[in-house]
């Protein structure tokens, strides 16, 4: 069993940024791509980013493109969002997830762990 855990969240004004952490631990970090995904009240869960498992390449929403960056580091266990230009849009819960046998996979059925989330509030 994979656990995940989202920190970083909080309320911030437009235009501003913010970084999201995910810690991994119970299994070989590496052997996971790992994605983001938010969720806004009443919403399906969106996908953001997904980064590969050697930290290579990554893939992002189209509604993020350009203002988002995911990183991984496979030595702290670690997978990182930052998040610039915030807008109102961007607000919810942003869910880490980890996925073995997916390569930028952008549903959440490609993922077989899931984070608690984090809520991101984006204030107009």
């Known amino acids: 069993q994979m656990r995940l855990a989202e920190s970083g969240g909080g309320l911030v004004q437009t235009g501003d940024s913010l970084r999201l952490s995910c810690a991994a631990s119970?299994?070989?970090?590496?052997?996971?791509?790992m994605g983001w995904f938010r969720q806004a009240p009443g919403k399906e869960r969106e996908f953001v980013a997904t980064i590969s498992r050697n930290g290579r390449n990554a893939w992002y929403g189209d509604s993020v493109k350009g203002r988002f960056t995911m990183s991984r580091d496979n030595y702290k266990n670690t997978v990182d969002l930052q998040m610039n230009s915030l807008q109102p849009e961007d607000t919810g819960v942003y869910y880490c997830?980890?996925?073995?046998?997916?390569?930028?996979?952008?549903?959440?059925?490609?993922?077989?762990?899931w984070g608690q989330g984090t809520q991101v509030t984006v204030s107009t």
């Open positions: 997830a980890a996925g073995a046998y997916y390569t930028n996979g952008q549903s959440p059925s490609h993922y077989e762990y």
């Open positions: 119970g299994r070989p970090f590496s052997n996971y791509a």
